[in-house]
């Protein structure tokens, strides 16, 4: 299957499971992404962008753009680069936090984005029971 | 109809997903939120739901 007819999968199987998801630029352009806007269980509203430049050869990134998001004590997360007891790696130079889901040796060309962003859902849930009682992620969901 | 949505239910069935316990989690895309569903729960899921307990046992990465 090609790129163009993958992505185009990809972005159907999106929007069916996920309101106002997206992937921007599917017909060319310099931001090749997907965008959309999570809402946790407690009414909180996330937005994550994933960056398709290497999809599906290696997992994408995932970034959490709005809000900044700090830690329990009132610490941006941005600052604390790497925490694998967050699930988090670096974030960008927008103090976009970016969740790490999918490590390299389990990622296949077969993972949907529909899997990537179903797992930035699980992550927003178990990241607002850290800010109500102070435990880390990995508390909540295992390492792989 | 089952819908235990709170999110403190969410979080002792992640918790207990992690630790291999048989809590089932299910993604609900008409409300957009989690359903949690313990081993004991009998009453009918959304139709509509899609199963999310795979995903959240297989783990994340563990960076660093």
């Known amino acids: ?144 | 109809m089952a819908s235990n949505q709170d999110p403190k239910e969410i979080s002792k069935a992640l918790v207990n997903i992690r630790e291999q316990e048989d809590d089932e989690l299910y993604f609900d895309p008409k409300t957009g939120k989690l359903v949690a569903r313990s081993p004991n729960e009998i009453a009918p899921l959304d139709s509509d739901s899609v199963p999310a307990t795979e995903m959240a046992r297989e783990g994340f990465f563990r960076a660093g």
Request: aromatic share 10%; glycine share 8%.
């Open chain 1, 1 to 144: 299957m090609d790129l163009a007819r993958r992505l185009q999968l990809e972005d159907n199987l999106l929007r069916r499971h996920f309101y106002g998801f997206r992937i921007q630029d599917l017909q060319g352009g310099p931001n090749l992404g997907v965008v959309g806007t999570l809402t946790t269980n407690s009414a909180r509203r996330y937005s994550l962008w994933i960056p398709l430049e290497r999809f599906p050869g290696q997992a994408p990134r995932m970034y959490v753009v709005s809000p900044l998001l700090n830690d329990h004590k009132g610490n941006p997360l941005w600052e604390q680069g790497v925490r694998s007891d967050m699930h988090l790696l670096s974030a960008n130079e927008h103090r976009h936090v970016q969740i790490c889901h999918y490590q390299d040796s389990h990622w296949s060309i077969d993972v949907t984005l529909y899997k990537v962003v179903m797992k930035g859902r699980i992550w927003l849930e178990a990241y607002e029971s850290h800010l109500r009682t102070g435990n880390t992620i990995d508390y909540y969901l295992g390492h792989m």
